[in-house]
């Protein structure tokens, strides 16, 4: 089956709260990325994701889905043709792939991944 869903990001305005509560009530392991203001959770088996501190305070503390695409720039361009609206268009994680944030027509949010090595 394609396009799973890859990686779950918790934008929050207290990543410290988060952290705390997150790591009390599972089993996660939670690991800082050195020169970013980002942490992995680790989930062992199963779909990990990341906590970062949300970019805008008028976003409501929220959970994000990324679901594994071949090619995030031509996904993203289907999405938008589909009626969707491009909340964050194709970024680059250096090292790392590529990224964008759609919004659908009904107006959830998710995000679109492709690591590095398919591109």
């Known amino acids: 089956m394609g396009n799973p869903f890859v ?10 709260k988060s952290k705390k509560f997150y790591s009390g009530l599972f089993d996660w392991k939670l690991e800082a990325i050195p020169g970013m203001d980002y942490t992995i959770i680790k989930v062992g088996e199963g779909t990990g994701g990341g906590i970062m501190k949300k970019p805008d305070p008028a976003i409501p503390d929220m959970w994000l889905p990324y679901i594994l695409v071949d ?12 009626g969707a609206t491009i909340a964050t268009d194709v970024t680059e994680i250096p090292d ?3 990224f964008s944030v759609i919004i659908d027509p009904t107006g959830a949010a998710f995000g ?3 690591p590095k090595m398919t591109k």
Do not use: N, P, R
């Open 96 to 98: 790392m792939g590529w």
């Open 7 to 16: 990686h779950i990001e918790l934008g929050t305005k207290d990543v410290d």
């Open 112 to 114: 679109l991944w492709q």
């Open 71 to 82: 090619d995030v720039a031509a996904s993203t361009k289907k999405a938008k043709s589909l």
